[in-house]
C-alpha cells in the first residue's frame, strides 16, 4: 500500500468509533420517515432536479443511501459542518427521533422502488487510477464504491457527478459562511487535488453502476 493511501486508511479507521456512534441508540422507522418527508420530496423526489446555490447541480440521489449516513449528513447540517442554507434551514429542527426516521424512510425506499437505474461502467483510465489511488478513495468507499467501509460514510457509485464534484469543491472552500463543508477525512483528501482533478473523479464514480435513485413521489409523475 502506497504511503498515501496507507494514510487515509489510518485515518479512516481511527474515524470509525466516532462515526458509528451515529443515531445507535435511537432506531427509526421508514412508515415514520414518509410521513416526515414532506419538505425533502420538493427536491429529492423529482428525478433530475436542479440546485441553483452555490451552482446549478442535481441534487443527490439518497433513495437507497445508508441510514447511518443520512443521519450523519443531516447532524452535519444542523453543526454547520455543512454550510448549504436551506438544508441547515431543513435541518434545524429536527430531532434525533426524526432524522433516524428519514434515515430508515430513505434506506428502505432505495429497496422498495426497484432496481436502481444501472450506471454504465467504465474502466478507469491509468490517470484516474492514479488519482482513486492518492486519495485512497477505497479505503472508506469501498472497491465498488457501493459497500462503504462504515455505513456512516455514503455510498457513491452512481451519484450524480456534477453532485459529486460540487460536493468535493465544497471541502476545498474555507472561511466562507454560506458554502464549504468540513470533515477531517474528505478535507484532508480533496487538498491534494486541482478542480479538475475532482471533476475526473466525480465523472468516474458517476459512470459507477450504483444503488441510489431518485423515487417520484405520486404528486410529481
Not at 434506506?107 to 485512497?136: D, I, N, P
Request: glycine residues 10%; positive net charge; contains cysteine.
Amino acid at each position: 500500500m502506497n504511503q498515501p493511501l496507507m494514510s487515509f486508511a489510518v485515518l479512516a479507521l481511527a474515524w470509525l468509533p466516532f462515526c458509528s456512534s451515529f443515531a445507535q441508540d435511537i432506531q427509526g422507522t421508514s412508515a415514520a420517515g414518509e410521513k416526515k418527508a414532506t419538505l425533502c420530496i420538493g427536491c429529492h423526489g423529482i428525478k433530475g432536479y436542479r440546485a441553483s446555490f452555490p451552482e446549478i447541480y442535481r441534487v443527490p440521489m439518497i433513495a437507497g443511501q445508508g441510514a447511518k449516513y443520512i443521519v450523519a449528513a443531516l447532524g452535519a447540517y444542523q453543526k454547520g459542518e455543512r454550510k448549504h442554507p436551506t438544508m441547515r434551514g431543513i435541518a434545524a429542527d429536527l430531532s434525533e427521533q426524526d432524522k433516524a426516521d428519514l434515515a430508515a424512510y430513505y434506506e428502505a425506499l432505495g429497496k422498495t422502488a426497484g432496481a436502481a437505474a444501472a450506471g454504465q461502467a467504465v474502466a478507469a483510465s491509468a490517470r484516474v487510477t492514479a488519482l482513486l489511488t492518492k486519495g485512497g478513495c477505497v479505503a472508506c468507499h469501498g472497491d465498488n464504491f457501493s459497500r462503504p467501509l462504515d455505513p456512516s460514510y455514503p455510498k457513491i457509485a452512481g451519484q450524480h457527478g456534477d453532485y459529486l464534484w460540487a460536493a468535493l469543491k465544497a471541502y476545498k472552500t474555507e472561511n466562507n459562511p454560506k458554502i464549504g463543508r468540513t470533515q477531517a477525512i474528505m478535507s484532508g483528501v480533496v487538498q491534494q487535488f486541482s478542480k479538475t482533478e475532482l471533476k475526473e473523479l466525480a465523472d468516474y464514480v458517476s459512470a459507477l453502476p450504483g444503488e441510489l435513485k431518485s423515487v417520484p413521489q405520486k404528486k410529481f409523475k
